[in-house]
């Protein structure tokens, strides 16, 4: 019963991501391509409503699904990883069509395909894993 609120928040977004065709490959490609703003405006929404969220758990004190505080990190000055970061998983979205949210609503769609991009999202995480120590962190 606990796990009922998780099932319906992920039908919840993949409806609203579906809806809104952010998961169409199509629409993916448009952005790469420049030739469309209807992934900036999906993308531009949900970074003016993260921003809201983190406003608002920081001014409540919200606590996570378990009860402890949700805590933010300081900034950190360093850069370069988030350049390495950006473009490894900008060249994943662009090859594959999707970034990691929609893989799992292009599965829920019949996108069979889609389980080979979630293997390579697991491996990448795995090696992430094996290699995070001597990485610019």
């Given at each position: 019963m606990k796990?009922?609120?998780y099932i319906l928040t992920g039908l919840v977004f993949g409806v609203i991501m579906a809806k809104s065709e952010a998961i169409s490959w199509y629409r993916i490609q448009e952005m790469?391509?420049?030739?469309?703003?209807?992934?900036?405006g999906i993308i531009g929404?949900?970074?003016v409503l993260g921003v809201i969220a983190v406003a608002l758990i920081k001014?409540?004190?919200l606590k996570d699904a378990q009860g402890n505080p949700i805590e933010f990190q300081d900034k950190d000055k360093s850069w370069r990883r988030y350049i390495i970061g950006g473009i490894i998983f900008?060249?994943?979205w662009a090859l594959t069509g999707a970034c990691p949210g929609p893989i799992f609503v292009n599965i829920g769609y019949g996108y069979w395909?889609?389980?080979i991009v979630v293997i390579g999202a697991l491996?990448?995480?795995?090696?992430?894993g094996v290699v995070r120590d001597r990485l610019p962190h």
């Open positions: 796990a009922l609120k790469f391509r420049f030739q469309s703003v209807h992934m900036y929404t949900a970074v001014k409540f004190r900008g060249l994943g395909a889609m389980i491996a990448g995480t795995y090696l992430y």
